[in-house]
Each structure stands twice: as structure tokens, then as C-alpha cells.
């Protein structure tokens, strides 16, 4: 598999070239680190965009929704989408307003999205969405039944045009302005958990699951 | 002013509406809490859904680019845009893999975005980006000069054809599934700030700000 996505006319990154990649775990990375992406699609003219829980399951994009959702309506007969994913890292307080700036992750995948039909293929996009959330979660929960399963609508879009954009690093102020007697410097942020909340039927006795109780270390990192 | 958007065929909340809301305070707190929104907007049949910054100055939302960058070649031309902004607030992690879902708060604005020309209306629109994401950094910081007024790019789109969804509150399985034995509550999910993190050229002398400081407790609403 090569280890880049190969640019297109519509991927190139315009703006801030530098700032744009198209390498493959890089992509992979920011995707699977998203939990929600924007779909956006266009109907009479109006486009609309519309977040969503997803996964990356090889070079695909699975995302969800429903056969009664004005998205779905929209995407089954087969419209073209954009999934844009983005991971908000920091802000960065430069010495000017002019190079204020924020420090992220996006990826921007283009393509046409398509209803998954086999019910092997929903499984795995849902078993997907599911361990993305918690690992070990497929097994700890009741799985779908065949009811649910048909009741579930997933759209698939093939990784095919696809590129990052992201922003890493300190402030860059223009040269005069470094003399200033302003503070200067970058707001990490990121993503974090609180503490679990039981769910008020939900018997004392059953511990909280480590992938729960241990869910912010891996957000972090740690 | 009324208190509410009014519904159009376009905005109607179609799936799960008791979730959606046409409230122009809930609307006007998720648009406030938000940093990135992302803007959909359609050339040549193929949507692209593009992160950036963004403000809201009473009824209008204002956005962030570059003449130079695709989206503002396309919008600047008067093509109709979608905005949405999305907060994550938890993870939903019930008995059964079918009814996981996640706790959010969102916002779709539909309509036609123009490019800000008056330099009041954009130095209006700058300084509520900056004191957006950090307040009081408009007087602190250097403002921007006649130079970087031109070359920084704002577009508007007025808020008319509008509406939030959102989900909260605790997990809902279905009856027969109460009686399974798998842990279920909801994992809360915040945008959080870490330390932040001096720039090399800032004398060590120059305070952190408070605003810098304090920036988590006022993420966290405490």
C-alpha cells in the first residue's frame, strides 16, 4: 500500500501548502483519534452539514445515521459528500491579533458515499463505531440484533481523495512585534473525561469497566 | 426580538425531533461555546466541509479565511454555505450496542455568506474572534494595523435559517435489557485546557494572564 494518498486537483491544499499533508498514517491517525465527523452534502442547492459518530475501518470512512434522516435521503442516491474530521490542539496567543491562531488536526475526505447492504459489512462497521468508543466494548454490551441491524443505516465513503491540514508548533509573530511587552504563547487543549456517571438502574455491584474508569489516560495519551 | 427562530422545510428538525430546538438563547450558547465551526459549501457538484474559526456578533455569524483559500474563492461569489458548530458533552454507553449514542450540542445555519468590506465591520468582527477566545486579549495584544485589515478575508452569514439539536441526559435501553448485567452510565466529555505553555521569546518576567490561567475554569463553567 503506498504510504501517501495521491493529491488531486480538489485535495491540494491551497492555502498554507506547508501545512498540508497527504501521507496515510498521518490521516489514519487524526481520523481514528475524531470521534465525530461533519458530512456534508448538498440538496436543491443548499449544502448542509451534519455531525456524526464514524470509523475508519481500512480505507474507508463508515458513518451513521438513519434511512429517515434528511443526510441519508440525501447520500443513498448517491450524492457526493465531504467527511471532514478536526481535533482541536491549542490556541495560540501571538504577540499581534493579526497571528492569532489555533493549532489542529483536520482531514478532508471527498468522494461518494453508499449504503452498506450486506449485513456482514454493517457489523463490522458497527462493531467499528463501537470499539472506537471504549475497546472491549463490542463484547461487553448486547449485541445488535438482526431487527437493530436492519433498523441501522451506514453509508460507506472509500478513502480515495483525501488530505490533512493541521497546524503544530509555537507562535510566529513578524519580526517587530517580538519586542513587545506582551505574554505570548500557546493554551493547550484537548478533548478530556470526566468521571463516569452510573446509569441510575444500573446495579452498584457491576464495577466500572477499566476501558471506562481508564478511558482519559488513553484520550491523553498516557 | 422573538424568542424563538422560526422553523423552516429546510431547518426542521426531521429525525428524533424532541431533540431540536429553535431557541434563540440555545442557539446563541452552543454558537458562543464553540471555537471551530465547520462551513460546507458546494463547487462544481462536489460539497468540501472546511474548519475554521468563527464568531458571533448578535445575529450574524462571522468566519474566518483568506482570499486566497478555496472556500472564500467559492463563497465570496455568493454560494450558499451551511455552518455548524458541534460540542461533544459525553459518551452514551448503554446496555445494549444499539442504543450507544453521545451526549452534544449543535448548530446548522443555513444561508448566503458575503464578504465583510467595511474596515469597521471588520475590525468589529476580528476583535470578537480574539476576545472570543480569550477575553480582554484585544487590548492586550497588538491590534491589527490598515495592511493586515486588507489582507484578512471575513465573511458573514446572517442568522435566519437556524436550529440546534442536541441529546443529554442519561442512557434509555430497552426494557428487556435493564436486567443484563453490563455496566451502563454516561462518560462526560469536555473541551479542556492544559498548562500553557510560554512562547521561547516571551521574558520570563511577563505574568501569565489571568485570562490565561483561569481559561479552564471558565471552559468548565466553574
Redesign the interface.
Known amino acids: 500500500m503506498p504510504e501517501t494518498f495521491p493529491p488531486t486537483e480538489?485535495t491540494r491544499v491551497?492555502?498554507e501548502p506547508h501545512r498540508g499533508s497527504f501521507d496515510r498514517e498521518t490521516i489514519y491517525k487524526i481520523l481514528d483519534e475524531g470521534?465525530?465527523c461533519?458530512?456534508?452534502?448538498?440538496m436543491d442547492?443548499?449544502?448542509?452539514?451534519?455531525?456524526t459518530?464514524f470509523a475508519r475501518v481500512g480505507d474507508a470512512i463508515y458513518f451513521h445515521?438513519?434511512a429517515?434522516?434528511?443526510m441519508l435521503r440525501g447520500v443513498s442516491s448517491g450524492l457526493?459528500?465531504?467527511?471532514?474530521v478536526?481535533l482541536?490542539d491549542g490556541?495560540v496567543?501571538?504577540?499581534?491579533?493579526?497571528n492569532?491562531s489555533?493549532n489542529?488536526r483536520?482531514v478532508?475526505a471527498?468522494g461518494n458515499a453508499s449504503l452498506v447492504d450486506a449485513a456482514e459489512e454493517k457489523l463490522a462497521a458497527?462493531r467499528a463505531?463501537?470499539e472506537k468508543?471504549?475497546p472491549g466494548?463490542?463484547n461487553?454490551?448486547?449485541?445488535?440484533?438482526e431487527k437493530?441491524l436492519k433498523?441501522?443505516s451506514i453509508l460507506r465513503l472509500p478513502l480515495s481523495e483525501v488530505s490533512a491540514k493541521m497546524r503544530t508548533g509555537?507562535?510566529e509573530d513578524d519580526a517587530d512585534?517580538?519586542a513587545?511587552?506582551?505574554?505570548?504563547?500557546?493554551?493547550?487543549?484537548?478533548?478530556?473525561?470526566?468521571?463516569?456517571?452510573?446509569?441510575?438502574?444500573?446495579?452498584p455491584a457491576?464495577?466500572?469497566?477499566g476501558s471506562?474508569s481508564g478511558?482519559d489516560r488513553r484520550l491523553s495519551g498516557k
Open positions: 480538489r491551497v492555502r470521534f465525530v461533519h458530512v456534508g452534502f448538498s442547492g443548499q449544502p448542509y452539514v451534519i455531525p459518530m445515521g438513519s429517515a434522516s434528511r457526493a459528500v465531504c467527511v471532514t478536526t482541536i490556541l496567543l501571538a504577540r499581534s491579533v493579526f492569532h489555533m489542529y483536520s478532508v471527498l458497527l463505531f463501537t468508543i471504549l466494548r463490542w461487553d454490551a448486547r449485541q445488535p440484533s437493530e433498523a441501522t509555537p507562535v512585534d517580538y513587545l511587552s506582551v505574554w505570548a504563547g500557546v493554551l493547550p487543549l484537548r478533548l478530556a473525561a470526566g468521571e463516569p456517571v452510573r446509569d441510575a438502574r444500573c446495579e457491576l464495577a466500572v469497566p471506562v478511558f
